[in-house]
Each structure stands twice: as C-alpha cells, then as structure tokens.
C-alpha cells in the first residue's frame, strides 16, 4: 500500500494501534468504538475542521489485529481515503432513517465474537459524539455482544506522545512563542481588549498557526475576574496587567499557553504575583519526574506558591494537553493518574490577587525520565512592561 | 434585577425560554436538560471559546416556569454570572468522584415530579456532551422519573430565529462578504493554498469577526475533490477554480457560504457549471415559500440543476444554521421539515464537473413570509477571473 497517510507517516498510526490493540487485550475488548474528532484523527490522521458541524455523527472501529475500519458520511470519503486506511465505509447522512448505525452494526459484528466486548470510552473527560437515541438502538441490536467502558485502554495510550507528536506540539508553542514576542506591537493603553484579542488571532495565523481554536484573557490593575471570557470594548489601561492565552494549532496538535503584560508600569500587586507564579513553576520544573502523580504535581505547585507568599487560586494548576487544548490527566487533589515520561503537560499556576481578581502563569513541558523540557519559549521571570 | 446579559438583552432569552416552555408543556416534559455549546448560548448568553477544552460537562436545566438552573464548573461561575441567570451552581470540575452529577440531580429532583419526565436532545444533530456512564448513573437515580427525547422541541423553537439572531447572523455574512472580496490581494497563480486559508483567515478577523470556526476550500483546473479538507501546500494554478468556505463568527452567531474563483482566464467547465449552480440557487431564491419541506427545497434545486444541463452532487444541497456552522434541517430527499418564516437556511447547490471532481455555491437567506431574502451579498453570475 502507498503511503497516504496524512500529518504522520502511516508507520506513526500503524504503531499506535499497535499500542491500543495491547491495552485492549489487557481489558479484554475485541473491538474500540471511538466517535470523537481526537480519537478519529488520533487514529487515523483525518484532520479536519468540518467537525464544527455537529450534523453528522463518525464512527471508528478498532479491531484486535489489523487496521481500523472507518464507517463515515460520504462526504468525508475523499479525505478518509488519503489516510492510512482501506477499509472506508459510508453513508449518506444525515439520514433520518438510518443515520449509519446498520453500517456500524455490522462493521461490529465482524470484529467482535457474539460474547464479546466492546470498548467505549465512558468516563471523565470523554463523550459520545452520536444521537444517544442511535447509541441506544445500537447497544440493544449488538446484545449479548457488551458495550463497556473503554477510558483507561484509550487514555494511557494516548496520553504518552511520540517523537512525532512532541514535535508538532513544539511547533504550536513556537508560533505562539513568536505572537506573544509581538504583542507589544499591537498593545498599548486605550486599546480595547476585543481589537487585541482579534491582532493576537492575526498575528498567531501570520507567525504560522493552521488555525486558532482558541482565545481568552483578561486585564486589570489587580488581575483578572475570569480567564474564559470573549473579549468586551473596554480599553486596557496604564496599570492593568493584561493575560492572553491560546491555543493555537499547526498540523492538528495544540499549544496552551499564557503569558501576562504590565501596560505601562505594573502595580506592586501584579508584580509580585507574577513573580510568585514564575517561581512556582520554575520550582516545579525543576522538581517533576515520571512517577510522581498528577495530584503531587498540584502538591508541588500549591506548596511553591505558599512559599512565595501568594494564595492558590481555586482549580486545576495544570493538565494534559496535544490533541486538543486540554486533556487528562488534571493537576487537582482528586487526581492520582501517575506521570510518565513523554507526556505533554501544562504547568498552571493561578493566585488570588484581590476580591474575585486572579492572575495565572503557564507554560507547556514535556515530561522527559530526567525531568521536565520545556516546550513553550520560558517566559521572563519579571513581568514585562509594555511601555506606552 | 439589573440586566446583566451577554450578546442580548435579558428579554431576548426571557422570551426563548417561554416559547421552550410552551413546547415542553406541549410534549408532557417537567424539565429539560441541555449540555451542548450551542444550547446553553442560546438559553443564556453564556458565550465562551472554552468549549474547546473537553475536560468538563456543563449543564442547563429549563424547568416548566421560570428561569434555567445553572450546574457548571466553579472556572464558568464569574462568567455565567454577568448572564441573566440568578441560580447557578458549581463545582469543581473535573472531579473523578462527582463530575457535577449530585448537582445535576438534586437541581432536576427540585423542578421534575416523581413521576416527571425530563427531555433531552437524543435524535438525528443531537449528542451528549457528558461522560456516558454519568449520564447512566443519572438516569437510573433519577428513576422512577423518565429522560425521554426532547428534539423536536429544541429544534421546532430554536430553529426560528428572532430578529435580533437575523442581525447577527446578517453581521457575520457581512464580514465573510467584505473578506470575499479582497481575496484577490492575496491570491495569484502560485499561491500556495495553505497560504491562502491562513490569509483568508486574517482577512476575516481583519473584517471585524471575533474568531473563525471553519475554513475550508479546493482548487482544480476542473473542480475540487472534496469540500471539507485542509489545505495543502500545493500552489494554485493559471486555470484552477478555486473554492472558498467559511463559518465565521460575530457575537456568537454564524455565516456559512462559499466562494468561487478562477485564477486567470477560467476553464469552460469551470465558467459553466458557475452559472448553472448560481442560477439553480436564482431559481429557488426566487420560489422557496413557507410551507414547503427541506424536501422540497432539496427537490427545487436539484430540478434546476437539472435543467441548467449539470449532475446534482450527493449529499444535501442546504441547511439550517446559525448558533452552529450548521444547523438542521438539511435539504436531502429525506427531510420533511416544514419551512417556516424566520428560518435561517443555506443554499448550496453543488454539481459534478468530472470524475470525482465537484464545485458548490452557497447562499444565506432567511426565510420571509413572502420568501427568501438574501442575507450573504450575492454572488457575481460569472465566475470572477482574478487576473495574474
């Protein structure tokens, strides 16, 4: 077969399906079901926007051996057949009759023996990304076939990232990297904050990103009040500390980082908060390796910004990240999903900074045996100043 | 209460909630509950790009009088709080050991009986955004009180749109129109078609969008192949008719229509099937009448094509859309949706022009009680030459 695959070498996909059929075998699943726009293109290299439309419902079928079977609507026939795959099968959807499930039904069948168990991931931080109604009617028609929970078999293989991955996720950073070096370009008192969150988009597309799917951010003299707000008219101003953060994309892997501005002189409060969170991090870079768990990662982080004299703020103070801009594991108290070297993390650090006002600092590593290595262009330890 | 509201007045969601609740009383449904971005915006306001992070369910409860309950992540409480909403309940998502489900049902045991039944969106366009095994563990909690579908009541109402959502609608067409025309700064014979979409990109922001959700596009002395892929670094050529897509976003609200262009002197396929597909869109512009179905309309331009002497592409040939890039109902053979005045629809037409060669031409109107009216600036008849 010629090598059609897309974003990666066919080789790239061949091995990860490699590694979900071990971790299947391990849970005892003859077959996956993956419907999410991630696990699609993690599996197969169908990188595409149109998922934005929530019209039509895609499905994948990862079997014990051999390579997954797509059931899709036909109009992504053409692009699923410059991947990897050969076995395409599709629909005319939306179709209100039968929106591919007899498609999918047998597309089952052939992989999974009539005692035999289907995967599903079914837990925190997944969904299924089908009409429940379908999913119920497919469920009832497999049965005594098994439809169970599939999150731990997918998670732990795609949460370690490949050479290949690491390095489409550095490019992201990168381009953000070289769009926030250009913020001072755009920014200065009496910009409203909508104009500067549309000149950061430009500009992350101009540095090189594919697309943006993401951007937030906040400013005021004392922080910010929320970091998931659309952008209002109102102008930053001398004094404000101004938070932009993105995620920014480049061949289908994300970036997910911030970085905070001083618009004219910083206030004292701004300046020690930021100092504080540079700390934190910088402290647990230094001290993070595989092993520990994603709950000592909050641990560390928490403890390093009492020492540095700051209040955490509520939350998780880092996360996963690649495939889309946030994944598994999460850096809370609750969390005890162990660290391993080659995953991709975020660094997250947030402090109280007055009534309902924050400031947060991240940046993007991955996990290394040795150690954490930056994937984010380190921000500086000072609070940058855009003089204005 | 002061009014607090994102996009819209207060009044504006007041009045959504009424018409969901005429509905919900007209299908025997005490509550419904609602998880999707989409649904939330339209009941509250509450627009955030932080959809894109997968990492937490949001939830919307609307009980039979008076207004939604709120069950969302502690991270979206400062935002959801400038909305209309007084009832908003958080934690602290993710939580492994409750993801917000002890919430969720105490806040649907306060609106629905015992008896009660709650609607949820299950059917054809629908998901769930939550974790499958919390939504089960739900159901069976909230037993003996039923979760049955609730679509047709969502979509009946949300598929009309108010005037206030035909402005923004009319907004967003508006930019992607003015972004249109300057596509020829940017493109000549040799421009790369990556290159192209990220300028498209910037040219959109440029144009007052608050971000873009989707661009899409293909070029081909014949047509394109497909319609929904990335681009590639292949560069246009003298002779290429080159496609451009776009859903983008003002104030939450979505354009999606497509642009031709031929770069130098155009094909006579390429010059043929243009005018044939723009006047099929002329044709059903001009007949397209409430009271007729998605059906009718799928029949209208396929019958025009048809007539024009092209092959009608396969898949739908319109849709609904704006609070998504599309919405239903989608003009397919199979789609017996009433058309109703207020509906937002597209008409894209789309004809084959050689072996696994296409080209489509898109519209946006709103459906009048005396027909369509144009909401994207039409397109030239003549497929425009940019001259290199």
């Known amino acids: 077969m010629a090598d059609r695959s897309l974003v990666f070498p066919a080789q790239e ?15 005892g699943l003859e077959a996956l079901l993956l419907t999410t726009p991630a696990d699609v293109f993690y599996t197969t290299g169908f990188l595409t ?18 390579a997954p079977l797509a059931v899709i609507p036909s109009i992504g026939a053409a692009l699923m057949g410059r991947t990897w795959l050969d076995d395409i099968r599709t629909w005319d959807a939306p179709d209100p009759r039968d929106d591919g499930i007899s498609l999918l ?50 998670q732990r293989v795609r949460e370690v990232k490949s050479d290949a991955e690491i390095a489409k996720i550095r490019d992201s950073c990168s381009i953000a990297g070289r769009a926030f070096a250009r913020v001072p370009e755009f920014v200065s008192a009496g ?5 500067i969150f549309r000149d950061f988009q430009i500009t992350l597309l101009a540095e090189g990103a594919d697309w943006v799917s993401y951007v937030a951010g906040g400013a005021g003299a004392y922080g910010y009040g929320d970091v998931i707000s659309p952008a209002g008219a109102t102008p930053v101003q001398r004094g404000d500390v101004l938070m932009l953060d993105t995620g920014a994309v480049k061949g289908g892997y994300f970036c997910d980082f911030d970085r905070n501005f001083a618009i004219g002189k910083a206030t004292d409060t701004a300046r020690y908060a930021h100092a504080a969170l540079w700390q934190a991090t910088e402290d647990t870079l230094c001290a993070l390796r595989p092993g520990m768990r994603a709950c000592d990662a909050h641990r560390m982080l928490s403890d390093a910004l009492h020492k540095q004299g700051v209040a955490p703020a509520g939350g998780r103070l880092g996360h996963g990240l690649g495939l889309t801009l946030t994944e ?29 006002r924050i400031m947060v600092h991240e940046e993007n590593i991955v996990l290394r045996e040795h150690g954490a290595e930056l994937l984010s262009p380190r921000a500086p330890s000072d609070l940058p100043e855009i003089v204005t």
Not at 13 to 27: E, F, N
């Open 13 to 27: 996909y061949r091995d990860r399906i490699a590694r979900l059929q071990t971790a299947m075998a391990a849970h």
């Open 49 to 66: 926007r149109f998922w934005a439309s929530p019209a039509r419902p895609w499905f994948l079928v990862v079997p014990q051996t051999g």
């Open 105 to 154: 039904f047998d597309a089952l069948c052939e992989c999974v023996s009539a005692q035999g168990r289907i995967g599903l991931p079914m837990r925190l931080e997944t969904h299924l990304r089908m009409p429940l109604e379908d999913y119920e009617t497919l469920r009832a028609k497999l049965a005594p076939r098994q439809i169970v929970d599939a999150t731990e078999c997918v």
């Open 191 to 195: 910009t409203p904050l909508d104009a």
């Open 328 to 356: 598994w594991p999460s850096f809370t108290p609750l969390d005890e999903t162990r660290l391993r070297a080659g995953m991709v993390l975020t660094l997250e650090p947030g402090c109280i900074t007055g009534a309902d």
